[in-house]
């Protein structure tokens, strides 16, 4: 299990993380998301033991992980910016990965070899940016880690090896109950594997719940009131929008409750649509005044 509570991380005046909490659960998927500065690749790079928080806890099984060796050897990450030597090959990087990873295993190594069908003798700065995310995959997977932590996991990969990609990691979540803690900008991808969500904004996390929670608790209604009705001012609405006769009504509720709510003003037509992560996050981070905005120049 991860728990970081109430962490602090400033550059200068700057303050990246600004009392952020969050909760993984052994064995999840956990989606972390928010907006470009949120503070994301800082939140990571404290939980892995890169940066060090200037306030909060971080504890991963209970223990703090600033320069805890044993404890970084069972973490196996991937940033965005995956670091290694200028003219190492895959295979210089394996053996490096051997020297600081006591769970290595050279014969998942070879096995991973057959999926990602990369030259290991390449040298890893002429390979392409996809292949390169392929070869921080082989590694990574290689080192058998209790707990996963990905960063924009899959930029750069093609449809075909971002499913491959995606099947490796949610096998070992099934078979050996790896932990993965994932921040993407790709939200439609991280619906279908996540299992926890985190909404990440100015330093803070907004909310974290289960994806079910999160699309329990807002709801998309389409409604066609009668001929010169409008939405009822007193019906707690997000956001409106109208096409034709059909109002769009974004809903801080369950399905259910929306449609016995809408029901009482006996609309032509109420349909309750479930949501989608995007359109979870836009609303959550402020709703209309959150979305894409024409400029007229």
């Excluded at 991937?78 to 290694?84: A, G, H, K, R």
């Excluded at 991973?112 to 700065?125: M, N, P």
Aim: aromatic residues 8%; contains cysteine.
């Amino acid at each position: 299990m991860i728990q970081i509570e109430t962490i602090v991380k400033r550059f200068g005046a700057f303050a990246a993380l600004d009392g952020a909490s969050l909760s993984v659960p052994a064995g999840s998927v956990y989606g972390l998301v928010g907006p470009n500065g949120a503070g994301k690749s800082t939140l990571i790079r404290c939980l892995t033991g890169i940066y060090r928080q200037d306030k909060g806890k971080i504890f991963v099984d209970g223990q703090p992980v600033w320069e805890n060796a044993p404890l970084k050897g069972r973490i196996a990450a991937i940033p965005d910016d995956w670091y290694y030597f200028s003219q190492a090959t895959i295979r210089d990087m394996c053996r490096f990965y051997q020297g600081f990873c006591p769970s290595f295993s050279m014969e998942r190594y070879e096995k991973l070899k057959e999926v990602f069908e990369i030259d290991e003798k390449r040298v890893l700065r002429r390979l392409s940016k996809g292949m390169q995310k392929q070869a921080a995959f082989w590694l990574a997977l290689s080192c058998m880690p209790d707990y996963l932590v990905l960063d924009e996991p899959v930029d750069g990969l093609d449809p075909v090896m971002r499913r491959q990609v995606w099947s490796l990691v949610l096998g070992d979540v099934a078979q050996r109950g790896v932990t993965v803690l994932v921040s993407s900008h790709n939200l439609r991808e991280l619906e279908d594997v996540c299992d926890h969500v985190g909404i990440l904004d100015h330093g803070k996390v907004l909310l974290e719940r289960s994806l079910a929670q999160l699309q329990d608790n807002m709801v998309k209604l389409q409604v066609v009131f009668r001929d010169g009705e409008s939405v009822p001012e007193d019906l707690p609405v997000l956001h409106v929008s109208k096409v034709g006769r059909i109002y769009t009504l974004i809903m801080r509720m369950g399905a259910e409750e929306a449609q016995t709510r809408i029901a009482a003003y006996q609309p032509l037509l109420a349909d309750a649509i479930p949501l989608t992560l995007e359109e979870i996050f836009i609303y959550e981070l402020g709703g209309a005044d959150y979305a894409v905005k024409d400029i007229v120049l």
